[in-house]
């Protein structure tokens, strides 16, 4: 992906802490699932959010996504998934500075739509309770620690706030131990400098992720969360001891792609495969092998009268430590969203369905998750 950063938005950082912070607050006696009862604790922080949230990958996205165009049509649409998810109570919402096609201030990527649309939404609903993650990108030519606080600020100025709730390191880079830990001790300082409420990773291994945990214990921080590819058909992070660490040292994980970039929703069949680069992942090859598992999927789903999405998410949930977070492209999409909790399938469908899934040869996932 080509990344654009503008340096206008390094001139407006000293002036981001006249930006409100969006704080959370829920309304009292709130009937939503935005309550403080049935929120979720990330890892060993004080941070609180809703057992799934809402992913925004694709918002403002043109290369993987949206056909490789984004229109007036896509924001609307995107709009409207926002705040069909705050209206169903699914108030977290994950974004990252690459996610979009530039990252100067102004530009349409997904940290500055977010930012437009919490804008939105407060100004008619100031206690809205909205937890905002966002990720910072090690790339090659970003080093020191130092380098996590600037792009913190870029973030925070295109999200338009003074601080966000969860700060991650979107995967390892490039630099071996010592460059990772310099972006740990950037994370730490992030924390202490009050811009972060909590901190997390993203694509670590288990020893990446074990020596980010006891780096950020040194001074007294917890580490909140590992963000990875985890869905019914993506179980690497069980088999290469990533979730086992995660559940040790009570890191929560955060599963992105939780229904496999749409493929376990039954919308598509080997007659008609995902378009755009994830044709090449999910071909009518793989399709019809998947089909025996989405038909138990849908099954199941009668039983309780739910989507095959909604089964697939509560699966996840399922496993303990786990907050899905899909993508929403629509209002539809996020309202099918909520439906996925307040209610659990018996052990015996989960299991029922590990096992008709480990018949499936899993995807490739993201090379960041070797580093």
């Not at 950063?5 to 002036?15: E, P, Q, Y």
């Not at 609180?48 to 990958?57: C, M, Q, S, Y």
């Not at 020893?207 to 980010?212: C, V, W």
Request: hydrophobic residues 35%; contains cysteine; proline residues 4%.
């Amino acid at each position: 992906m080509a990344l654009h950063i503008s340096s206008a938005c390094f001139s407006v950082v000293g002036h981001c802490s006249r930006i409100r912070r969006i704080r959370a607050v829920a309304s009292e006696g709130s009937a939503t699932l935005g309550t403080e009862e049935e929120k979720v604790k990330l890892g060993g922080s004080d941070l609180k959010v809703t057992r799934l949230g809402i992913g925004a990958w694709s918002w403002g996205d043109t290369t993987y996504w949206n056909n490789f165009e984004w229109n007036d049509r896509n924001e609307k649409a995107a709009r409207d998934a926002f705040n069909a998810s705050v209206d169903g109570g699914l108030t977290f919402f994950d974004t990252a500075e690459v996610y979009g096609s530039r990252l100067s201030l102004g530009a349409v990527n997904s940290e500055s739509l977010l930012g437009r649309f919490i804008k939105e939404r407060k100004e008619r609903d100031p206690e809205v309770d909205i937890a905002v993650a966002t990720k910072f990108a090690a790339l090659p030519w970003r080093l020191g620690r130092q380098s996590v606080i600037t792009a913190l600020k870029d973030s925070l100025c295109r999200l338009g706030l003074s601080s966000v709730d969860l700060y991650q390191l979107h995967w390892p880079g490039l630099w071996g131990n010592e460059g990772c830990h310099k972006y740990i001790d950037g994370l730490g300082d992030a924390v202490e400098q009050g811009l972060v409420k909590a901190v997390g990773v993203s694509n670590y291994n288990e020893k990446r992720l074990r020596d980010a945990y006891e780096k950020l214990k040194k001074r007294g921080i917890p580490l909140a969360s590992n963000q990875i590819n985890y869905s019914l058909i993506y179980r690497t992070p069980e088999e290469n001891g990533v979730k086992a660490a995660c559940d040790e040292l009570g890191v929560t994980v955060i599963a992105y792609s939780p229904i496999a970039q749409g493929v376990l929703s039954g919308k598509y069949g080997p007659g008609n495969p995902p378009t755009g680069p994830r044709g090449r992942i999910y071909t009518p090859e793989f399709l019809t092998k998947l089909q025996p598992l989405l038909n138990k999927i849908t099954e199941i789903g009668e039983k309780y009268d739910k989507t095959n999405t909604q089964v697939v998410l509560n699966w996840l949930i399922a496993q303990g430590n786990v907050v899905p977070i899909p993508g929403a492209k629509t209002a539809e999409q996020a309202k099918e969203f909520e439906g996925a909790i307040g209610w659990r399938l018996s052990d015996d469908e989960v299991s029922e369905l590990r096992s008709l899934a480990s018949g499936i040869r899993p995807v490739i996932g993201f090379p960041a998750e070797k580093l």
